[in-house]
C-alpha cells in the first residue's frame, strides 16, 4: 500500500527558510503530478505550489519567488524549499500526489498526513 510521509515542519522566525519534504511509500514506477497545500485555522485549504512530470512548476501568487517546488523521482520525494517566511504562511502543509503508478494500478489523489509551519514574528 502507498503511504506519504511528511517531514521538516517547525517553528521558525520570519524571514527565515524551512525545508519541507514527501515521500511515497512502496512499489512506484512513476508519479505524475506532486502538489503542496496548505490549511491555515479558519481558512480553505490552498494549493501552494504544484509540480508536473514533464518538469513545469507553478505556485500560489503569495509565495512565488520565496518558495521552490522541486521532486526526486527515483526517490519518490517532493521538497518544498520556503524562505523569506511571513507570519501568514503559518499553516499545516500537505503534500499531494496524483497519478501514482504502481505494479498493478494507478492510484489517484494520495495525501500526506500534514506538517506543522508556524512563522513567528
Known amino acids: 500500500q502507498v503511504q506519504l510521509v511528511e517531514s521538516g515542519g517547525g517553528l521558525v522566525q520570519a524571514g527565515g527558510s524551512l525545508t519541507l519534504s514527501c515521500a511515497a511509500s512502496?512499489?512506484?514506477?512513476?508519479?505524475?503530478?506532486m502538489r503542496w497545500y496548505r490549511q491555515a485555522p479558519g481558512n480553505q485549504r490552498e494549493l501552494v505550489a504544484f509540480?508536473?512530470?514533464?518538469?513545469?512548476?507553478s505556485y500560489a501568487a503569495s509565495v512565488k519567488g520565496r518558495f521552490t517546488i522541486s521532486r526526486d523521482n527515483p526517490k519518490n520525494t517532493v521538497y518544498l524549499h520556503m524562505s523569506s517566511l511571513k507570519p501568514e504562511d503559518t499553516a499545516v502543509y500537505y503534500c499531494?500526489?496524483?497519478?501514482?503508478?504502481?505494479?498493478?494500478?494507478?492510484?489517484?489523489?494520495?495525501w500526506g498526513q500534514g506538517t506543522q509551519v508556524t512563522v513567528s514574528s
Open positions: 499531494n500526489f496524483d497519478g501514482i503508478y504502481t505494479l498493478v494500478r494507478v492510484l489517484r489523489d494520495l
Open positions: 512502496g512499489s512506484i514506477f512513476s508519479i505524475d503530478v
Open positions: 509540480s508536473g512530470s514533464g518538469g513545469y512548476t
